[in-house]
């Protein structure tokens, strides 16, 4: 047994071993099996977890963690994007230069920006790379069935949430990339003016499923009003109820899917 | 040290794995507790994972500048117009079929197929671990049609599209008065069927065969095997289905891509497949 008297003093304790630092931190943490059970069922933010889990789970090669950084994406998103909305109308006139002036005149405008969009990319990415993994290890299958469909609308909504934000800077890119994909609302069957027996119930290009979608017979400044307030509020919402689903499932299936 | 270690104490629990390797030879990995505490264990990997992750996007961020183009101009139409990256696989599905099925009816097969899955998949094996050699339908399907054919549709569609939707090689120059013949034809024209009639029939017959007769075959001859009872024939007819139509959207891409067929089946003003 090494003399405690002859311990070495360590940076660690140089740093914690004075009286300012007390004076902050009362006491120590202890490192027993009941504080570790502590700092994660007393933490609003990590009591989502379970306190134990079984040892598969924190493997990098088993979940990849694709699923926790898709949430961590997702939360960046949400970050930049409400600072983004302070400084954003969305408007004909306006949209397009005051994305301009938040490139050029706010301070950190370019950098907010920059990273609501790569994030937004990202979450694309890291959502396809989730689900691949709980594919290949198989993890929709019983009991994880319909976590597997929550995920898969979840995927959806993401889908929509990107191409609902690329028509706000209103820009060429961003007006012609909506039209390539809200022309295919026009060919809805029954629905769309040129979809299969969409004339036959009385369908026109000022009503039907792509007008609904656009707000008019082009994608024009009422498109970008409606296509704001889905990106803003109606998308979020929706997603962040399922994401909290998605979270309470994991837990109430088993916590992460593992051989059996 | 594995004799050091008191019960009782967290070390007893958990911390035998990053002992020397003496204990660890002492304790055969089946030994180990199966379980262990999330903090620090999973909190530490899920920091560690998210500082890079963020670290990865700012310097991204700070180096790559979103993209900002002219103003929008309803009258100025780009050409190429592409959709998003994530979507040009939907938008690259519409040179090989009618926009009703390119743009509608197959995204929602998609969602509707991926949201079934594990309905219908009742193999119990591979449930939380990896591996191919119990599963290798459903895999080789997954691989197939998302790696394949979702991913390979998207790099087709960001890296070999050009002008007029023409293929063009990434380090081609873009010419936008690129002419490509068009010498697409319908596939029961090019077998021989002249009247419309006839080429009807043979498409329909094309048609049916693929989605309906190819999957009611292989029912009647395997209907009485195990496998097949437990499945039943609801289960059965749901994954063929949509199966064939998997495999049959990229026939088609194969069929125009390289004999440049249109339609396999047209039945005027109705439906093209
Ligand atoms: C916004 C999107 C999503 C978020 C934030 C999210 C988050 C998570 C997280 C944090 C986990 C824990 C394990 C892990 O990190 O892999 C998880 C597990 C799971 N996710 Fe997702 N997910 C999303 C989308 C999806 C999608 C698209 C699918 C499938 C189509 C899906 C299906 C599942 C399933 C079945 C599990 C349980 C896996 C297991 O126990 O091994 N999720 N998700």
């Not at chain 1, 006491?27 to 598969?56: E, I």
Request: charge should be positive; charged fraction near 15%; proline fraction near 7%.
């Amino acid at each position: 047994m090494p003399d405690p008297e002859k311990r070495r003093t360590s940076l660690g304790d140089i740093v914690t071993n004075n009286y300012v630092w007390r004076s902050i931190f009362r006491h120590g943490y202890a490192d027993t099996p009941r504080n570790r059970v502590l700092q994660v069922s007393a933490n609003v933010w990590l009591h989502l977890h379970p306190s134990k889990m079984r040892r598969h789970g924190i493997r990098y090669r088993h979940t990849w963690c694709a699923g926790g950084l898709t949430f961590l994406l997702y939360l960046c998103t949400v970050v930049t994007g409400v600072v983004l909305m302070f400084y954003y109308r969305p408007t004909g006139e306006y949209a397009y230069w005051d994305v301009k002036y938040l490139d050029f005149d706010i301070p950190f405008g370019m950098i907010m920006r920059n990273m609501h969009r790569w994030a937004a990319h990202g979450m694309v990415i890291f959502i396809w790379l989730h689900m691949f993994r709980v594919f290949m290890t198989g993890s929709y299958k019983p009991p994880r069935e319909f976590n597997w469909v929550v995920g898969v609308n979840l995927l959806t909504l993401t889908l929509l949430l990107s191409f609902t934000g690329y028509l706000l800077p209103w820009d060429q890119l961003a007006i012609w990339a909506v039209t390539v994909g809200t022309n295919m609302a026009r060919a809805t069957p029954l629905l769309g003016t040129e979809g299969p027996f969409g004339p036959q119930l009385g369908m026109t290009p000022r009503y039907d499923a792509r007008a609904l979608l656009t707000a008019g017979t082009v994608v024009g400044a009422p498109t970008l009003l409606r296509f704001y307030v889905l990106h803003c509020i109606f998308i979020p919402v929706i997603a962040s109820i399922l994401m909290i689903l998605h979270f309470w499932r994991i837990r109430k299936d088993g916590g992460i899917s593992g051989p059996l | 040290m594995a004799e050091n270690i008191q019960p009782g104490t967290i070390q007893d629990q958990e911390e035998v794995k990053v002992q020397s390797g003496r204990a660890r030879a002492a304790l055969p990995a089946a030994d180990l507790p199966d379980k262990v505490h999330t903090w620090p264990y999973l909190v530490r990997a899920e920091f560690i994972s998210g500082c890079i992750l963020l670290l990865v996007l700012m310097v991204w961020s700070i180096t790559v500048d979103a993209p900002m183009e002219e103003p929008a101009n309803p009258t100025k139409t780009p050409n190429p117009s592409k959709a998003p990256w994530y979507f040009l696989g939907l938008q690259e599905m519409l040179v090989y079929f009618d926009p009703w099925i390119a743009g509608v009816l197959l995204p929602t097969l998609i969602i509707v197929g991926l949201m079934i899955i594990p309905y219908v998949d009742i193999n119990p094996k591979g449930n939380g671990y990896y591996t191919f050699s119990e599963r290798k339908f459903a895999i080789s399907t997954f691989l197939v049609g998302f790696l394949g054919m979702w991913v390979g549709m998207i790099t087709i569609g960001v890296f070999f599209r050009g002008p007029g939707w023409n293929l063009f090689m990434p380090w081609d120059y873009w010419d936008p008065h690129k002419v490509v013949p068009l010498t697409n034809i319908d596939l029961p024209y090019k077998i021989g069927f002249r009247s419309q009639m006839g080429a009807m029939t043979c498409g329909a017959i094309l048609v049916l065969g693929w989605l309906v007769g190819v999957p009611g075959v292989v029912w009647q001859l395997k209907k009485h095997t195990p496998f097949m009872r437990q499945l039943g024939m609801m289960r059965y007819g749901i994954v063929a289905t949509l199966f064939m139509i998997m495999a049959g959207v990229l026939v088609k891409m194969v069929l125009r891509l390289s004999l440049n067929i249109k339609y396999i089946l047209v039945i005027p003003n109705i439906l093209n497949i």
